[in-house]
């Protein structure tokens, strides 16, 4: 495991699960860069092939080639969203930090509203105003799922699986267990029970030109279920944990 920056410094990791986005990832390391530069000097963008079925891992492999501040890495098997999240993590090596989904569904202004709002709290929560790019459906579970989590465990959360910023210390101090779509939730849960704070902030989503998620497969929702499960066995049920600070 690779031992993170000081979090009082102005570095971050961007973590990139990528899975069968060839279409997608180079894009997404170019909004990036465009975000970041001019703003934070200290950043590495760490691309993560989730055992993908098409050219993701060919692609990334170049990018890094072409790049210091890129690097690539290779999952043996698919580890889904989670563990292709936590498998970045291991190699983050700056302060802060945030995972960028590979089909570029952010844009720079985006994440350029993410970074601004650093510093305000240890978890910066970003939330989607325009979802109706989202099917129907989507957006319905999206709810259903910030609902059900905020009723569990007494929070005002807009937001739980977005491109949230942690400060990679706070991170290294839980374990996130699952490796399902739920894993950002998880640890927002669990690091905000220790005490920390959260401030969240209001970004857009582009509407997805390439691929389709697998968010609401079947066995994603079973094991979406089984993490707020554990959860509540872990860490207690609404406010039986220390309070969080909204910010």
Known sequence: ??????????????????????????????????????????YEIILVNDASQDDTGSIIDRLAAGNDRVKALHNAKNMNLGGTYKHGLSKASKAYAMM???????????????????????????????TEVRTRFR?????????????????????????????????????????????????VIKVLAKGNSFHECPIRLQERTTGRSSALKMKNQVAILTTIARLLLSVGPRCLFAKPKAH
Do not use: C
């Not at 350029?112 to 305000?120: A, Y």
């Open 139 to 187: 957006a319905f579970a999206s709810s259903a799922f910030t609902y059900l989590m905020n009723f569990l465990f007494g929070f005002t959360i807009n937001y739980y699986n977005g491109p949230s910023v942690h400060r990679v210390r706070l991170l290294r101090q839980i374990e996130i267990n699952t490796n399902s779509f739920a894993y950002q939730a998880e640890a």
């Open 100 to 130: 960028v989904p590979g089909d570029n569904s952010f844009d720079a202004d985006s994440i350029r509203t993410i970074l601004s709002n650093i510093g305000k709290a240890d978890i910066i929560l970003p939330y989607v105003v325009n």
């Open 1 to 42: 495991m690779t031992i993170p920056a000081d979090d009082s410094t102005n570095s971050i990791t961007f973590i990139v699960p990528a899975y069968n986005e060839a279409e997608a990832v180079a894009d997404t390391v170019d909004t990036i860069i465009k975000a970041i530069t001019g703003r934070w000097d200290d």
